[in-house]
Nanobody, 123 residues
Framework: QVPLVESGGGLVQPGDSLRLSCADS????????RGWFRQAPGKERDFVAA????????DYADSVKGRFTISRDNAKNTVYLQMNSLNPEDTAVYYC????????????????WGQGTQVTVSS
């Protein structure tokens, strides 16, 4: 069973917005740091954003700072990624993950992953 389930991806035009969701499945990760990563074809899985377990701290990659917002609702066991002002360079499969530590941007720090959701930005 996949422990995390992403949704909300799709095909949008440059300048549009999308909100991705990541729900816990089978167990809760409310005590974990949660992160979003993305992977474009032929490239590595890159850090996008992270949020601490109580939501008090957030971290963003420079490429998305000011455009994307990560949030979480522990009562709903769900993490969100609000993406505004999307551009073609944001096209990728977006993955959410759970980590026992905060402040590490490498994907190897995340122990649990979802199956990913495709985001395509194209005119």
């Amino acid at each position: 069973q996949v422990p995390l389930v992403e949704s909300g991806g799709g095909l949008v035009q440059p300048g549009d917005s999308l909100r991705l969701s990541c729900a816990d499945s089978g167990r809760t990760f409310s005590s974990y740091t949660r992160g979003w990563f993305r992977q474009a074809p032929g490239k590595e899985r890159d850090f996008v954003a992270a949020i601490s377990r109580n939501g008090g701290m957030t971290d963003y990659a420079d490429s998305v700072k000011g455009r994307f917002t990560i949030s979480r609702d522990n009562a709903k066991n769900t993490v969100y990624l609000q993406m505004n002002s999307l551009n073609p360079e944001d096209t990728a499969v977006y993955y959410c993950g759970a980590s026992v530590r905060y402040g590490l941007r490498g994907s190897e720090a995340y122990n649990y992953w979802g199956q990913g959701t495709q985001v395509t930005v194209s005119s």
